[in-house]
């Protein structure tokens, strides 16, 4: 299956930590140059809503992310491929990706995302119910609640889904992430997430969007330039944090309780 991994022209060590995995991982793949949200007119309503300004932390960099997916989902289309793979940049891949995203790929339709990586406060809850059976003792799930499954770290999409997102995804409204949102406003026919979850983030490199991990306000602004110069027993310190937080977000519950909301539209 065929990759698209988003990274920043700016962001050369990222760049040079995927592309090791890449390698690592043996994938096909090409680096699609990510929209930069510092040079996006936040302004201009044809492009982003005056609404998502208002509710959105870091409205720029979380506008930068999703006009990028919004620019790998249209070179989907134009490359012609029925699925398709992407990948952001600051995550570690597990060596079989490659055979697992084909082994994930007969098994999607219609309008439809697998989530490879999940960002989520609480344990995830994954149904057994109508799970598929995948390489390496992993399931193919519907998560019990919609709204708790975020990240678009790495995540296979068909090409109907691609082409509804393009018709309806401007302005841009909600994060690049939103697919309870996307869900319910028709754009996707159904979600599934790969449990044990096969791609983690790494703690190893910042967010380019905002310093989530640092936390907010005055802590954050005085850490920041530490961080970005990488002071290293300060930097190995807060690598190990983000390593923390990102291991408790990304665990994943498979559970028989009944659906909050049922995330599919198809049998």
């Known amino acids: 299956m065929h990759a698209y991994v988003v990274n920043l022209a700016r962001s050369l060590d990222r760049r ?10 043996n994938l096909d793949y090409e680096i699609v140059t990510a929209v930069d949200g510092r040079l996006v007119d936040m302004h201009d309503t044809s492009t982003i809503d005056p ?7 870091f409205p720029d960099g979380t506008a930068g992310c999703a006009l990028s997916h919004l620019s790998i989902y249209k070179k989907i289309i134009e490359d012609g491929l029925d699925t398709a793979l992407i990948l952001e940049d600051d995550i570690v891949l597990p060596a079989d990706l490659g055979s697992l995203a084909d082994a994930v790929a007969p098994h999607l339709t219609g309008a439809e995302a697998a989530l490879l990586s999940v960002d989520c406060p609480d344990p995830c809850k994954m149904s057994r119910e109508g799970s598929v059976k995948l390489p390496s003792e992993r399931l193919l799930a519907l998560p ?7 990240s678009t770290a790495a995540y296979i999409i068909t090409r109907e889904a691609c082409e509804r997102m393009v018709k309806s995804l401007l302005p841009v409204r909600v994060q690049a992430d939103a697919w309870w949102f996307f869900y319910r406003e028709g754009l996707l026919d159904r979600i599934r997430c790969v449990a044990p979850l096969p791609v983690l983030k790494t703690g190893e490199l910042t967010s380019t969007i905002g ?8 802590r954050a602004r005085l850490l920041e330039p530490l961080v970005r110069h990488k002071i290293p027993i300060l930097h190995q310190a807060l690598s190990r944090r983000r390593q ?5 977000w990304s665990r994943v519950e498979l559970v028989d309780t009944p659906f909050v909301e049922m995330p599919s539209r198809l049998e």
Do not use: C
Request: avoid cysteine; charged fraction near 20%; hydrophobic fraction near 40%.
């Open 16 to 25: 040079a930590h995927i592309t090791a995995e890449l390698r690592k991982a």
């Open 51 to 57: 609404s998502f300004i208002a509710t959105v932390p």
């Open 144 to 150: 019990i609640d919609i709204s708790q499954p975020r």
């Open 211 to 218: 310093f989530y991990s640092l936390g907010s306000g005055t």
């Open 244 to 248: 923390r937080i990102l291991r408790q």
